[in-house]
């Protein structure tokens, strides 16, 4: 064979091994992250494993091989905590994860929902079940409300996304106009809207915000959209050499019961997952006080919770389709849309 002909083929080898890499790019940085990185972050978020005090026996989890990818059911709790307080849970995010075709569903509980608080006989606010007995109260609690297990928490200190915030280069945010915050019983401050990625100081004023005419059911919206906008960007990243450098800042601001090698696997799974499409809904319901000068509670619409429990049990039913998942009222409306579009046009009307 000619010098130049091997020059050639050479030339010709690496151009298609530089397409294979550039191709599956995606892939080697996965199996990058699991020859360099995973012992290494396994180690690092050893401290943020936190069993919870269950007043109830916990459902029990798959942890075969097989069995993996069920879906499963995780408590997100957002604690609004400041110094030395206990911390309230501001957000409660019943999230069901589905590995196996990507699906996610987000059900925000209002914090001032009045129901039983498991383990102390008592009605109160949702929101005080994790005052009272930390998460494991409050995941009795939100079993029992929604009649489906809770498999697992996870629970954020606000003050603890600041930083991770900035570290991601900031976040997007459906601010359209101003947010002013200027009660005199509230934290002041001043958000710019129109903004196209917000930083970190602002995104938590976003979360805390309390002044508009929507209430707790506002304040609850946002609570999701900071969570889509938080795990769209972290989507976005997959830079893995800034995985540790994100873990350092959130220390001791992120609490689970969810193994450190399992949490690891999870998030691989989902990073790799061909589509990741996430739904959420609100508890409806209605304000008002039990008596005259006493405290202000929520109250779930009864339709709707029992719609929320049976679209619930579909979701945890890994032999659900995903094509025939329910989905929550305003994406259903659309889906049936689509549908009725599609009939239509095939029989010429349209």
């Known amino acids: 064979m000619g010098k130049h002909k091997r020059k050639y083929i050479i030339a010709a080898a690496l151009v298609a091994l530089a397409a294979i890499v550039y191709l599956n790019r995606g892939a080697l940085a996965m199996a990058g992250f699991d020859w360099f990185l995973q012992g290494h972050i396994e180690k690092k978020i050893e401290k943020t494993y936190k069993p919870a005090e269950r007043t109830q026996p916990p459902v029990a989890v798959a942890t075969s091989k097989e069995q993996k990818k069920e879906p499963f059911a995780v408590l997100l709790l ?8 206990v911390g309230r849970s501001d957000t409660m995010i019943y999230t069901v994860v589905r590995p196996e075709d ?5 059900v925000s509980i209002p914090r001032d929902l009045y129901v ?13 079940s994790y ?6 109260m409050a995941m009795d609690t939100v079993e029992k409300l929604l009649d489906s297990p809770v498999h697992h928490y996870a629970s954020v200190n606000f003050e ?16 359209e106009k101003d947010m002013v915050n200027r009660d005199p019983n509230h934290d002041y401050f001043f958000i710019k809207g129109g903004q196209d990625l917000y930083n970190g100081t602002d995104a938590l004023n976003f979360v805390r915000y309390r002044e508009d005419a929507g209430g707790d059911l506002s304040r609850t919206e946002r609570h999701q959209q900071f969570l889509h906008a938080m795990i769209e960007k972290a989507l976005e990243m997959k830079q893995w050499t800034k995985i540790p450098e994100l873990l350092d800042i959130m220390d001791d601001n992120f609490n689970t019961d969810i193994l450190p090698s399992k949490l690891v696997d999870l998030a691989q799974e989902l990073l790799q997952a061909k589509q990741r499409t996430m739904y959420s809904h609100t508890l409806a319901g209605e304000g008002h006080r039990l008596k005259a000068g006493g405290a202000w509670y929520f109250f779930a619409d009864e339709e709707d919770l029992a719609q929320v429990r049976s679209m619930i049990k579909s979701w ?8 025939s998942l329910p989905l929550p009222p305003k994406y259903a409306a659309e889906r049936n849309k689509e549908v009725k579009s599609l009939s239509s046009a095939a029989n010429g009307t349209e």
């Open 160 to 175: 603890g996304f600041r930083d991770v915030i900035d570290a991601m280069g900031g976040i997007a945010l459906p601010i």
């Open 116 to 128: 039983e608080i498991v383990g102390r006989d008592t009605m109160d606010k949702i929101n005080h």
């Open 316 to 323: 945890l039913d890994e032999d659900t389709p995903a094509g």
């Open 131 to 136: 005052a009272f007995g930390g998460a494991g």
């Open 102 to 106: 990507g699906n996610i569903l987000l």
């Open 78 to 85: 957002g604690v609004d905590q400041r110094g030395n307080e």
